[in-house]
């Protein structure tokens, strides 16, 4: 019988161990994608579904460890970036980034937690888009990081207002960006994303759930594994939507602990549909 090999992405990103978000919640997310995960955590963080306690930033040297030692041995055909910590990090990243040729890269741009918590300093924003845009397939800044990444006074709420956002950040060096709708307000969510020039937005219905704790890690990972499977960026950002929004409506019917709770990155819905049934 011949080998068959895996699809892999690489996730780039910190620790959760509530499992929520980060490197969890990213390979949960691969895995639904029919990919094998691969990791290199950049921090270690102590949060739960009530927010980021404390957080333990990684040395760069062993940062470029992990890497090193999964690039030895195993193709990597997609990587995603997540919570960086710090802008030393972002240096480490942006050379290891450089050895990989033609590998799709999806930069979730995190800033800050869902309670508030600063992941990055916002200061050093800049070093992010200078070091890390160029190397990027695809930029995904929720509406408040797009304000800060862009220099903006406020956030920006209306269509015109968000597309001329997503084009300042094209202009700072992302090759494509797609600026997520989730912290918007309204009955609807519209993601917008600039690819080539052009704008597709992307609209549905919110979803009535307290449970989105990853929403932004899980769509990141989620869209790196259409690439990594060879779909077109404005595919693999549909897909990658319809799955986060498939997730975020499976999981809105459960509790686990007394905040946020995280999505069901298996939903049971998605694979029937797809002929699969998820693990029992």
Known sequence: ???????????????????GAGIQADLKAIAAGGCYGL???????????LGVTASYQLPPEFILAQFEAIASDIRIDAVKIGMLGSPE????????????????????????????????????????????????????PNLP??????????????????????????????????????????????????HENRIHWFSNPRIDTANTHGTGCTLSSAIASQLAGGRDMVEAVERGIAYTRSALQAGASWRLGHGHGPLQHFPENYFASRGRRPIE
């Open 1 to 19: 019988m011949t080998a068959r090999e895996y699809i892999t992405v690489l996730t780039i990103a910190g620790s959760d161990g509530s499992g």
């Open 39 to 49: 990791s290199v955590i950049t921090a270690v963080t102590a949060q739960n579904t």
């Open 89 to 140: 990090a972002a240096e480490t990243v942006c050379e290891l980034l450089k050895s990989l040729s033609g590998v799709p890269v999806v930069l979730d741009t995190v800033l800050r937690s869902t309670s508030g918590k600063a992941l990055f300093p916002a200061s050093e924003a800049a070093s992010m888009r200078e070091l890390l845009f160029p190397l990027a397939s695809l930029v995904t």
């Open 145 to 194: 990081e797009t304000s800060i990444l862009a220099g903006l006074e406020r956030v920006p709420t209306s269509r015109e207002g968000i597309e001329q956002a997503a084009r300042k950040l094209n202009q700072d060096g992302a090759r494509s960006v797609l600026v997520k709708g989730g912290h918007g307000e309204g009955g609807e969510c519209r993601d917008c994303l600039l």
